[in-house]
């Protein structure tokens, strides 16, 4: 059963409704005196004590008013509402009373200076009771979130700490004996002559296993960089990057033919992990294409504010049901396909780029990747050739 917040027996979400009404009640007053008193002919409405009196209530009938819109659209959690009323009842009690006791100690004949004193006594006080609970719900709002902050920053370094441990597993353990495996079957490949085509066979899978097994480790460990939150981008030669990743592909598969368009000197705001996306999609193209001479096209189209890649291949195409879940996390796609796509996309958003699957079908798919602008950094031939280096990494 939903319980509701209250006030006494006033629930405390309807609080700006009470501040409105309160606020609009006391103005009818304050216009009813006047409308009174100048029916009647009291000169009561000349005097300069109902003058002021009248003059020092309206700021507080105003402020009154406006509390309840802006408690409606402000940040303020209705759990501070019940304080903010209190304070509202505090006040106007507390400044009744004294102001009833000062009548009692000067005494006056004017019952129409007892309304407008009445009046003011208890604007004054709820107002000064509001503007005390709205600060202190205020205070009390900054030193939550302030708390919170702590905590969510204390588990974010415990996350991180776990992660750091878990890539050193990833990088010394795990992947180090994919290694082994990868290193012993292939020399049993290639020193067994007279091995019969099913164990032959069969090393063949242990090793193409042992090098998914490695890509998709060094892929993991690439995301848990990106979780660290050291990101500093800086200027990228993409030219170069896409020149390199593209040698290692035709190194790799000598059958693939490769056009590229890629202009000299285009700059990216990047990491040195940039490598990684052109990498993924350059062999996602590949290893999913069943064309009898595998093509790929890589495109660079420079802007003012972002570069644009695109990088199509003759491949048989993305089936309609993974389109939309191209680049998240699916557990049932293949490794490499999923996890390699998913790596892309998470670290194009990590440079405030774009990646989309532009079309695909049965003559081929092909995406487009678009990063930030960056001016070419201003070093030597020799710092810019580290740069380089540091990007194939």
Request: glycine share 8%.
């Amino acid at each position: 059963m939903q319980r509701s917040r209250r006030v006494g027996v006033l629930p405390a979400d309807r609080l700006p409704t009470y501040l409105i009404g309160l606020g609009v009640g006391l103005t009818l007053v304050l216009l009813g005196e006047f409308a009174l008193f100048s029916a009647i002919g009291s000169s009561h409405v000349t005097d300069g004590e109902f003058l002021v009196g009248a003059v020092t209530t309206v700021p507080f009938l105003v402020g009154i008013t406006y509390a309840g819109y802006w408690l409606r659209s402000s940040v303020l959690s209705p759990a501070r509402y019940p304080r903010i009323a209190w304070w509202v009842v505090g006040g106007f009690a507390t400044f009744l009373f004294v102001n009833v006791a000062l009548m009692a100690v000067i005494p006056t004949d004017s019952w129409p200076m007892i309304v407008s004193w009445l009046r003011w006594a208890a604007a004054f006080g709820a107002g000064t009771g509001l503007l005390v609970g709205c600060i202190e719900g205020r205070a009390i709002e900054r030193a939550l979130a302030a708390e919170r902050a702590a905590l969510r920053a204390e588990h974010v370094a415990e996350q991180r700490d776990y992660l750091d441990y878990l890539n050193g597993i990833l990088r010394h353990e795990v992947l180090n004996t994919a290694t082994i495996i990868d290193g012993y079957a292939s020399r049993v490949l290639e020193a067994e002559s007279d091995l019969d085509d099913r164990s032959r066979r069969w090393l063949e899978v242990v090793i193409d296993e042992s090098e998914e097994m490695s890509t998709v480790i060094d892929d993991v460990r690439v995301l848990l960089r990106t979780t660290d939150g050291s990101y500093q981008p800086e200027p990228i030669d993409v030219s170069r990057v896409l020149t390199d990743e593209v040698r290692k592909l035709t190194d790799r598969d000598e059958s693939v033919a490769v056009e590229t368009s890629i202009p000299d000197g285009v700059f990216v705001r990047a990491d040195d992990l940039l490598g990684r996306v052109f990498g993924n999609l350059l062999s996602n193209a590949v290893e999913h294409n069943d064309a009898s001479r595998p093509r790929v096209s890589v495109t660079v189209e420079p802007g003012p504010e972002t570069v644009r890649v695109e990088i199509a291949d003759n491949g048989p195409g993305i089936p309609d049901a993974e389109v939309d879940s191209l680049f998240e996390r699916v557990e049932h796609r293949g490794s490499t396909h999923g996890l390699g796509l998913y790596l892309v996309g998470q670290l194009v958003a990590r440079y405030d780029g774009a990646v989309e699957l532009v079309d695909t079908g049965p003559d081929g798919s092909r995406f487009a990747v678009e990063l930030p602008t960056a001016d070419p950094p201003l070093s030597t031939p020799d710092e810019g050739a580290a740069t380089v280096a540091s990007a194939k990494k």
